[in-house]
């Protein structure tokens, strides 16, 4: 399943950059804001995957 979870977490991160992105035009702070915090969800998500592989690599 870490394949769907870096999906996930990739597309959780594109629709952070576009919501920022959309901030930033619009000059809405609270999108900005909330594109921040799903592209921080997105690296969290990454990085939980990344210690996963490598606890499956160590174990291997």
Partial sequence: MGLEDRAKATAKNV???A???LGNVTGDKG???AGKAKQTE???RHAGEDVKDG???AID
């Fill in 15 to 17: 629709e952070g950059k």
């Fill in 19 to 21: 919501q920022e992105a």
């Fill in 31 to 33: 999108d900005q804001a």
């Fill in 42 to 44: 997105a690296s969290a």
């Fill in 55 to 57: 606890v499956k690599d």
